[in-house]
């Protein structure tokens, strides 16, 4: 059958049918949120390493290159030492940022979504001020049978 609308369409716009092999993708595998979970905290140490790191080697060589300019009282030492200092605040405030990152990162997850119901009186302002009245006069009521009890 399918032979037959094929040749058919080929014969209607003169062509001729080709065959297209064509690779089966598989579909990718959803990970486990845990392990989502594990692996961020993972990169966050490492990350938090890696930048500890940079900030403490930038602060000695910030030392040196201090050292350096003084006695050499050359500029070029001292613009390298203002730039050093300046890659040094930069990775300090990356370090900032990534703490502040994770927080909303684990905001995002754990934020549970609260759902409100008001409820919302149809009627005029009469209907509203009589149905008011007789909530009164029951809670009246039951606060003169608690005392009585």
């Known amino acids: 059958m399918r032979d037959k609308v094929e040749k058919n369409l080929d014969d209607i716009f003169d062509i001729e049918a080709e065959v297209v092999e064509s690779e089966i993708i598989q579909p990718k595998r959803i990970e486990n949120p845990v392990n989502e979970k594990r692996d961020l905290d993972q990169d966050y140490k490492t990350v938090r390493s890696n930048l500890k790191n940079i900030i403490s080697t930038g602060s000695e060589a910030i030392e040196n290159i201090l050292q350096v300019a003084t006695e050499t009282e050359s500029p070029r030492a001292y613009e390298v030492a203002a730039q050093m200092i300046k890659t040094v605040a930069d990775a300090n405030k990356d370090l900032v940022d990534l703490h502040k990152k994770l927080k909303d990162i684990n905001k995002e997850t754990n934020n549970v979504k609260n759902v409100t119901n008001n409820a ?19 809670l009246e009521q039951d606060d003169m049978r608690d005392a009585e009890d």
């Open 120 to 138: 919302l009186f149809v009627g005029s302002t009469k209907e509203l001020q009589m149905m008011m009245k007789e909530q009164h006069k029951l």
